[in-house]
Each structure stands twice: as C-alpha cells, then as structure tokens.
C-alpha cells in the first residue's frame, strides 16, 4: 500500500477546524486533526508546503519511520504548529492502517484494557449560585465528574465563564485578540469558598476538578492546593507555566490535591522531568497536539513507570477525529485516567460521523475500523473559515501576564 495524495479540509461549523484526509492506492483514506486554535492556517501551510509532499508512495503502515523522519528532519524541532502537523498526518495514518485490517485503531495498540472510559464536563457561571445550577445540570445528565470554574468578584471576566448564555467559547471572531484582566489575589481569596459550598450542595461521590489556567505563581499554587484539600478535588489543573518545571516541586512540598499539567505541552520532552520527578499526578497532553498516537504511547508508558495516568486534552475546539483517536488511545493503555469532552455543536456533527458513544459519564466505543470517524465533505463547504483568537491577559495594572 501506497499513499498517493492528501489534502487539507478547513471548515467552522461553529468553530475552526482543520483536516487532513490521507489517500491510497488502495482506495482508504484516512484522517486527522489538525486544528490548532487561533492558528489554523499556520498549520494548514505546514501541511501542504513542507510535510504532505515528504510522504506521497511511502507506506501507511510504517508509521514509526514516518513519524522520526518528520520529526528529526525539519531539524526546527517541537513547536505547536510543527506538532500539530504531524499529530494530523500520524492520526490519518493510524486510521487507514485499521481500516486496511478491519479492526478499530485500539485493536493495534494492545487491545482493550476497560469497557468504558470516564468523562469530565465543564460547569461555570458567573457567580456562587449560578455555578452552583451549573453542575447540578451536568450531574442531571449523569455526568460523575465536573470541572468547576466561576467568576470571581471585583473581576470582570475569567478564564472558563462565557458572558452570553450557552457554551463558554474562549476564541473570539476578528483579526486579533481581545484583552482581559486578572486579579490573583482575589481568586484565591475566592474559590476555596466556592468548593466549600459545592462540596455541602452535592457531597462527596461526585469528581470535581477546577483549572488555574497557568496564572499562578509556585507559592501562589501550593497555597490554593493546600486550602482546597479539604474538598478532596480529583484534579487542580495547570497552576503555573510549566515552563520552569522545578517550580512545580514547591507545589508538590505543600500540598496533596492532585496536580494535572501539560494540555499545552507537545512533546514527550516537555514533561519527561514532572513524570520522572513526581511532579504530577495526570499528564494533559492531546494526541493532535502531543504529534499523533505514535509518540502518545511513549508518554503513556513513561507515565505508567511513575504513576501517573492519563487526562487527555480535549475542548470542542478540537474536532471529534482526535477525540476519536484519544478514546482508542485511552481504551488500550493501562493509565488512562479521565478524558475531557464539552460536547459538540449541531452544525459540527452534521460535518462528523463519530464511531463512539456517550451515556450517564462514560464513553464508549464502537467497533469501526480505523478511528471510526467520517467527515461530509458537501457539509464541510457550507463552514468557511473566519479568523478567531483566544484572548490575551493583563493584570490590573496594565501588566501582560498568563491567559
């Protein structure tokens, strides 16, 4: 089997997407996310000036090869944009080798090793109360785990509350980000409270996770893990720039809430020192943004060594392919922990056939070869895409700081 051309599909039933579909001569093609948000384009150029070309007559099958040679030969190694591509090409290539076979893509990365995978949810509001029926909501769905995000007083907007009813949507529509504001001091003087009363509302049973989204300092995150212990938190997510990856062992020093990183990392590099160290407790590296399912099992089995599982990246503003490839990726590895899924527009699933399902928490899988994903290429057409950014941060007095 040869691969004898590809494309890229770029659509927004709702939000930007980007697709690669991998053709053969033996009529399977395959496909892949590679949709990175707030710069699509950047990739979709990648795609086709530099890397399509490098793999027209190679074989699908030797994913492992394909994926060293476009990673060692840019030479320019890591990078979003760079990653993102090649997580696209390997996840299309991972797709047409279990189409060829016939057997879902979990069947060629050891089998299955649960029935079903745990979901988390995202609830917010703008205030106490209307988090509060928030995920009183999502747990009338059936949901077992929810991640709590709410405004905070005397701040006018914060990461994971939407303005407008309906789905919390960061990326904004226009030709350059908007600005935002923050106040530490007064969301760590806040949300301790607000876990309080979430706790008392709905007891113990239900997960609840909470995200930082990189605006702490080291001392700043140990204090905010030490006084939510009480509330027993499956996870507190990204609460520093993990650039610097030994100021995470001051979190570590001081507090037991479990630590979840890396939903920005993009390579196995990027968290090798947090899992060998014991820095971490779930690793949040996707599979189109971590390059693809080849180099996702090397994580996992680092990961594994130290005890670490698994809590893939996975917002609605990556497309139902690499939520596919992250649930064949969890249904085969040991240390899968939990997988984060918003859900979907209308508009994006008339685009997307998914070959899994979802019910009272859980995912799961059907039994499509490949990936079991399909996109209506007519549908696709109707979406052209429209510039959209996430925003940029600044503290109150006008500092640029982390969004």
Known sequence: MKITSADVIVCSPGRNYVTIKIE???????????????????????????????ILER??????????YLYRGVYWRRGAVNMTAIGAIDMALWDIKGKALGVPVYKLLGGKSRERLLAYT????????????AVAEKLEKGYKAVRVQSGVPGVEKVYGVSGEAGQYEPA????????????????????PGLFSKVRERFGEEVHLLHDSHHRLTPIEAARLGKELEPYHLFWLEDLIPAENQESLKIVRQHTTTPIAIGEV???????????????????RMTIAH???????????????????????????DLSPINLAACLHFGTAINNFGIQEY?????ATMEVFTVGYSFSRGYFNLMETPGLGVDINFKKAKQYEYGPAYLPVNRLEDGTLYNW
């Not at 699908?60 to 394909?66: A, Q, V």
């Not at 995202?122 to 029926?133: L, P, R, V």
């Not at 918003?342 to 209308?346: F, P, T």
């Open 24 to 54: 053969t001569d033996k009529g399977i093609y395959g496909l892949g996310d590679a949709t990175l948000n707030g710069r699509e384009l950047s990739v979709v150029s990648y795609l086709r000036d530099h890397l399509i070309p490098c």
């Open 59 to 68: 074989d699908p099958f030797d994913t492992e090869d394909i994926w060293h």
């Open 122 to 133: 995202h609830a917010q509001g703008i205030d106490t109360a209307e988090t509060m029926e």
């Open 172 to 191: 904004v529509k226009g030709n350059k980000p908007v600005e935002e504001t923050w106040d530490t001091n007064k969301y760590l003087n806040y949300i």
């Open 265 to 283: 990392f993009n390579t196995i590099y990027d968290c090798q020192d947090l899992i060998s160290n014991g820095l971490v407790d779930y690793i």
């Open 290 to 316: 971590g390059g693809g399912i080849t180099p996702m099992l090397k994580v996992a089995s680092l990961a594994a060594l130290h005890h670490v599982k698994t809590g893939c990246h996975g917002p609605s």
């Open 342 to 346: 918003m859900g979907y527009s209308d």
